[in-house]
């Protein structure tokens, strides 16, 4: 098993770029997550999804986009890139939402916005 | 609002024993989970506590006191792999993890 994979692993945009963030599960996960963090932060919650078709923003939603269109893929865009969304990003997975349920975490994707 | 704060960084020496502590104010509280994570890497989950006590699991335990809003994370007989970052993160009442900023751990020789 893979786990949780995530492209492109590094970026560098222009302000007003756009670009989609791919994040793919083999473990057949209904739960998926984007995050990012930012030095001396704790992990942001950007958007949610509890299943295909059913996404939730979270803490900090503006600016993104997911859709989840298969229970594998959860892709987030990033629409007229921002310097404030130079940040890294996680996608994070997990079997359950409640409990000891752990999530998964991909390797990140590290993204400059110049 | 809710908040979660850690030290920001600890020094300890190889085989030594270091606490590592978390208070929290959530809105709810459905557990709390300890993550690692190394330099340049993804979190990896450590430990779960939702009910008060101590949790042990090898080398590392972890405690929580629900009426302080108090845990720890302890880590006995250092080696120098342990170096990394530990992220305490607290589900609140929505199922949604709240993380702290995390505790950058630096052990030497």
């Known amino acids: 098993n893979a786990g949780v994979t995530q492209t492109p692993k590094f970026r560098i945009l222009k302000i007003g770029q756009s670009m989609t963030l791919q994040c793919t599960q083999d473990?057949?996960?209904?739960?998926m997550y984007w995050y990012r963090q930012d030095p001396g932060m704790g992990l942001k919650l950007i958007y949610y999804?509890?299943?295909?078709?059913?996404?939730d923003k979270g803490e900090v939603p503006n600016g993104y986009n997911v859709s989840r269109s298969t229970t594998e893929d959860f892709p987030l865009r990033l629409e007229l890139a921002a310097p404030s969304q130079t940040s890294v990003y996680f996608c994070?997975?997990?079997?359950?939402?409640?409990?000891?349920?752990?999530?998964?975490f991909g390797p990140g994707t590290r993204l400059t916005v110049l | 609002g809710q908040n979660i704060d850690q030290p920001t960084e600890m020094t300890a020496t190889e085989g030594a024993i270091v606490q590592i502590n978390c208070t929290y104010q959530?809105?709810?509280?459905?557990?709390l989970f300890w993550y690692q994570q190394h330099a340049g890497e993804a979190p990896t989950f450590l430990s779960y506590?939702?009910l008060d006590g101590l949790e042990e699991k090898g080398r590392f335990s972890s405690f929580l006191s629900r009426s302080k809003g108090y845990s720890y994370l302890l880590l006995k007989e250092l080696q120098m792999k342990d170096s990394a970052s530990y992220l305490c993160?607290?589900?609140?009442?929505?199922?949604?993890?709240?993380w702290g900023a995390g505790t950058k751990l630096i052990i030497k020789p």
């Open positions: 506590n939702v």
């Open positions: 473990m057949n996960h209904n739960y």
């Open positions: 959530t809105s709810g509280f459905n557990g």
């Open positions: 994070a997975s997990s079997s359950s939402i409640a409990g000891a349920s752990e999530q998964f």
């Open positions: 993160a607290v589900m609140d009442s929505n199922y949604q993890l709240i």
């Open positions: 999804s509890v299943g295909a078709g059913i996404t």
